[in-house]
């Protein structure tokens, strides 16, 4: 009798999409310590930084591959000197330019001359609605007063202007003053975002994590300011995974719509995907960019679904938010391929949650500034 080996179905091939946006994380380098920084524990030094002409070479080897966007941040990308250089060569390879900054070391003749290069919108952080709040949380004196003067700046040139109010539990009570500040300021758009608890503000999360009582609070200004300002104001809201039922969609997906460039060149799925040992990231020194983004270990990790274990794997919302985020993962459960534990589905979701609220319980502790 002829005996076939049984054929095996094909494994599916995960797709590799076009990305649409990157984040050039110029440097590490910033005048503000804030405790909710999502940066890594380990920073590059200055010295390691990519040159000029290497960030030049990587914004074009984007444009190529099809990136849209790309968004200018650190740390402070103010700090870097070549900022403007930079900005023309995007603009020049037909990307879409954001920066996104404190607002620190700009000048309005920086703000002149990049709005004259063609920067196409500025996101500018604010860490609270007065200088007493703003410089305490950032941890800089007159942090506050230059932000003022650079929404000034920036209205003045037109540029499109959105306000990135980072909420946690200090501020958390002043959701309506930030959306009016953002009104004041003539932005189009705010993101209220609550702190997701990663790099730096892992070490501070019991003083930064909120209660129930308040995101709730925060939710319903929201909402309410929403309908208000309908037409005036676009508000994007990022609520907080430890009171949530189900994950968002990190980052829209593993390896799915956006990369990082790090101030010395390795390109991660995510900020704070360095946190996740087992990964090998390579450096745009050593490799194009679009081998990394296809063809590297670190992005097809957690590409598409075939990685997910149950529940996730045959639950209805895979690809609405692709498990969720593999750091809060690695985290948590201190394995990135597990299920989110943000997941109300997820074995540790009740121990997450609690632990949350527990802390946020607790008298505060003092912050734990980030210094360089
Ligand atoms: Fe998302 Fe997985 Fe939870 Fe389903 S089980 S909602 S895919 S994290
Ligand atoms: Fe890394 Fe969410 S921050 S996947």
């Known amino acids: 009798m002829n005996v076939t080996a049984p054929v095996k179905a094909p494994v599916e091939a995960v797709r590799v ?12 380098r910033c005048p503000l310590k804030c405790p909710y920084c999502s940066n890594p524990l380990e920073m590059a030094k200055r010295s390691d930084e990519l040159s000029t002409e290497q960030w030049a070479e990587v914004l074009r080897q984007a444009a190529k591959m099809g990136v849209l966007h790309v968004h200018f941040s650190g740390g402070e990308p103010a700090a870097r000197r070549d900022l403007e250089e930079l900005l023309s060569v995007a603009v020049e390879a037909g990307l879409y ?9 700009l000048t309005e003749a920086r703000v002149k001359d990049l709005s004259k290069r063609g920067l196409d919108h500025i996101q500018l952080s604010v860490q609270g609605t007065d200088a007493e ?46 959306i009016e500040l953002a009104v004041k300021l003539g932005a189009r758009r705010i993101e209220v975002a609550h702190t997701q608890i990663h790099g730096w503000a892992y070490v501070n999360r019991a003083a930064l994590m909120p209660t129930r009582e308040q995101v709730d609070a925060c939710t319903k200004v929201v909402e309410e300011a929403r309908e208000r300002l309908k037409g005036t ?13 189900y994950p968002k969609a990190c980052m829209g997906g593993w390896g799915r719509v956006g990369l990082n460039v790090t ?19 390579e450096n745009v020194k050593d490799k194009p960019l679009d081998w990394i983004w296809a063809k590297s270990e670190a992005f ?21 938010d692709w498990g969720g985020c593999r750091c809060q993962a690695m985290a948590y459960a201190g394995d990135a391929g597990a299920t989110d534990p943000a997941c109300i ?27 360089l």
């Not at 799925?269 to 040992?277: D, G, K, R, V």
């Not at 097809?300 to 794997?313: D, H, I, Q, S, V």
Request: proline letters at 9%; hydrophobic letters at 40%.
């Open 17 to 28: 999409p076009v990305p649409m946006a990157m984040l050039a994380e110029l440097t590490y």
């Open 97 to 105: 330019t954001n920066l996104i900054t404190s607002g620190v070391g």
């Open 133 to 178: 709040m703003a410089d305490l949380i950032g941890g800089y004196k007159g942090g506050f007063d230059q932000k003022m003067k650079v929404a000034a700046w920036v209205a003045a040139e037109g540029i499109p202007l959105t306000v990135n109010a980072v909420m946690h539990r200090r501020n958390l009570d002043r959701t309506a003053e930030a």
């Open 233 to 245: 104001l676009v508000i994007d809201y990022v609520p907080p995974d430890h009171h949530a039922k």
């Open 263 to 281: 101030p010395s060149g390795k390109v991660l799925p995510c900020h704070a995907a360095e946190s996740i040992p087992h990964l090998t990231f």
């Open 300 to 320: 097809n990790a957690y590409r598409g679904t075939a990685w997910m274990p149950e529940p996730c794997k045959s639950c209805e919302r895979k690809e609405a």
């Open 345 to 371: 589905k997820s074995p540790l979701h009740a121990k997450m949650q609690e632990l949350a609220l527990a802390e946020a319980a607790d008298v505060p502790p003092d912050y734990v500034y980030r210094t």
